[in-house]
């Protein structure tokens, strides 16, 4: 056993012994996990020990599999039917008088869909939480639907699955799966899921039990799926909430799949991720939490669609940890309002702290489930360190870092002291560095993804006489994110700069003017705050594009239509670009 903490019972049914593991508080409601294929329950330890704190929860291996005894003979042991025996059996020993809220991944939720759907389950299930395995009933209609009234869509849908299941018809096939399973492929197992999925080895998982519950459970494919998908129920509609985890980059399933699930779970809430297949085992924390909220919604008698944020991207968002510098005013503080409407949890992190708490008190209006506002200055190395120690103690790893605080310095380059070079570089360049350096580090550490966004601008790729230092820094920026973009990709952590053009926020009316006295330098920044409140681009505007940024990753993201026309003169009229850098500015 290589959960720790649990304890083991034996669960008899239908000629079978199934090896159950219970772990916390058993007076408190129970969730049960139930493993796919080739697993065995160890695949849940990550999440299981997380939850722990909270709920009961048990897991048990699937008859064939880890320690479980094997139904004799092989065929017809693994029927949907005698699963759901199974699930019952170890329900009434484990939580007799309460449901239990069900989760399942890969074939551990294509059960959860048979258990959630026939009729002599009702009462025993509170609510599911469905990963990578759909219905079998479902994925029939679903072939159905598109075979009969097909579109070249709906047939690219269907040869795109099509391809993703090589698998299912090679498991189809007699001997030879067991064959290569007990030969070859199990031995090289946990390697190609590191290698292939990026599973961490280690920790006891897989078990050495793979072969051979491998072999056994290319039953469950045989005892179900051609029959399934021929003849699917009519009925499988859910009779119980159902919160629904994609992986985005799974190479088995499609998220096609899914399209018209709201018809069979009129409960339905949706999360997606960007990650591959084995969610349990490459992004536990996110796991834990979603199963967490969904669990303890239900028990509050919160209906689920009432239970999650529904702002844009609220599916991809809710309750991930985002943290944003210069939060307390314009893009910063609109930004850390539109991950809050998403459900996510904010650290509002700037030197101004009245400004800081009052974002943390606007974004739990809004919608986060937890925001906290900090003080700190970003170009303050300790300063920021002390902030990521307090941060991953208190609240956790950051998914999504948002390095936004910057400051404004105009002036011609000879007016331009090098006490204010270092001013602007140690904010807008030092500031990123530190927050990709000490909170990057984190995520990396963590191995579970994320994305950093780092605030440039369209001074980054426009050259202009009048903004050396300011452009220099966000020129910087840029080229930093695009090199740790590329250093950080194979750890499925994105890096995306937003270079905004002109945006109405209170910049103007902080920004420096070298080689200006005090009366010249407020009459220039109230003219330049006219400029901009005459463009009038909304900073909210800003915040959407960087949250479509991270959903989409991407690299570079002009914003404002000039700056987006500037970033294609750089490209394809760089001297036009330069003939305008000669210009005199308007002020
Ligand atoms: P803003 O002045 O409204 O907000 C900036 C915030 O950063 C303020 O709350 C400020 O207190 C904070 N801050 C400044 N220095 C800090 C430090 N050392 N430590 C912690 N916090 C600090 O400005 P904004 O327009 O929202 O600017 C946000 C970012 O967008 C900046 O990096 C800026 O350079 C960039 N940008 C702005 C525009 C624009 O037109 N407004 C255009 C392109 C890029």
């Excluded at 005894?69 to 008088?97: I, N």
Aim: hydrophobic content about 40%; glycine content about 8%.
């Amino acid at each position: 056993m290589n959960i720790e903490g649990a304890r083991e019972r034996w669960v008899r049914t239908g000629g079978v012994e199934l090896c159950v593991a219970e772990l916390g508080d058993a007076s408190q409601p129970t969730v049960l996990l139930v493993h796919g294929y080739p697993d065995s329950k160890e695949v849940w330890s990550e999440v299981a020990e997380r939850l722990a704190d909270r709920f009961h929860v048990v897991l048990y291996d699937v008859r064939g599999h880890g320690r479980s005894t094997a139904p004799a003979p092989l065929r017809g042991g693994f029927t949907l039917e005698k699963l759901t025996d199974d699930f019952l059996a170890v329900a009434d020993a484990v939580s007799p008088d309460r449901p239990v809220h069900l989760v399942g991944h890969d074939w551990g939720s294509v059960q959860g869909w048979e258990f959630a759907t026939v009729e002599r389950t009702e009462g025993r299930i509170a609510s599911f939480t469905s990963m990578s395995g759909p219905s079998l009933d479902h994925f029939g209609h679903w072939i159905k639907s598109r075979m009969s009234r097909p579109t070249p869509r709906k047939v690219a849908q269907l040869f795109g699955q099509g391809a993703k299941s090589w698998y299912v018809y090679m498991l189809h096939t007699p001997v030879l799966p067991e064959l290569a399973w007990r030969g070859p492929l199990g031995k090289r197992w946990p390697k190609m899921l590191e290698r292939l999925e990026n599973v961490p080895s280690g920790g006891g998982y897989p078990t050495a039990s793979l072969p051979q519950d491998a072999s056994h459970g290319a039953w469950l494919y045989r005892d179900n799926v051609r029959a399934r998908l021929r003849r699917p129920r009519p009925d499988a509609y859910a009779h119980v909430p159902v919160q629904l985890i994609t992986p985005l980059d799974d190479v088995f399933l499609s998220p096609k799949l899914y399209a018209e699930l709201e018809h069979w779970a009129p409960q339905l809430v949706r999360r997606t991720l960007p990650a591959k297949h084995w969610v349990p085992r490459t992004r536990p924390d996110q796991v834990a939490a979603w199963i967490g909220e969904f669990v303890r919604a239900n028990e509050d008698g919160i209906p689920a669609k009432e239970a999650v944020a529904t702002g844009p991207y609220a599916d991809r968002f809710g309750g991930q940890l985002v943290l944003v510098t210069g939060a307390a005013s314009g893009i910063g503080r609109a930004t850390a309002f539109a991950f809050a409407e998403a459900g996510a949890r904010i650290v509002a992190v700037d030197r101004d702290a009245e400004g800081a708490m009052r974002t943390a008190e606007m974004a739990r209006l809004i919608g986060a489930p937890e925001a906290w506002g900090e003080v700190v200055d970003v170009s303050d190395e300790q300063a920021m360190e002390k902030l990521a120690e307090k941060v991953a103690t208190e609240y956790g790893v950051v998914d999504v870092l948002v390095n936004n605080a910057g400051i404004g310095l105009s002036g011609s380059f000879f007016d331009t002291t090098a006490e204010d070079w270092k001013k602007v570089l140690d904010v807008n360049l030092w500031g990123v560095i530190h927050g990709c350096r000490i909170f990057g580090k984190q995520m990396a550490e963590r191995g579970q993804g994320g994305h950093i966004v780092n605030t440039a601008s369209a001074a980054a790729y426009q050259p202009s006489r009048a903004l050396p230092a300011y452009s220099t820094s966000k020129a910087a920026v840029l080229m930093l994110s695009e090199c740790l973009r590329a250093e950080l990709a194979g750890q499925g952590i994105g890096v995306s700069a937003i270079c905004p053009g002109l945006v109405n926020t209170n910049i103007t009316s902080t920004t420096r003017f070298a080689g200006a006295d005090a009366t010249e330098e407020k009459r220039l920044q109230k003219k330049t705050s006219r400029l901009y409140g005459l463009r009038n681009f909304p900073p909210e505007k800003v915040a959407s594009a960087i949250l479509r940024a991270v959903v989409k990753n991407r690299a570079v993201v002009p914003v404002t239509p000039e700056a987006r026309g500037a970033h294609l003169m750089s490209r394809f009229a760089p001297r036009t670009l330069r003939a305008i850098a000669r210009l005199e500015p308007p002020l």
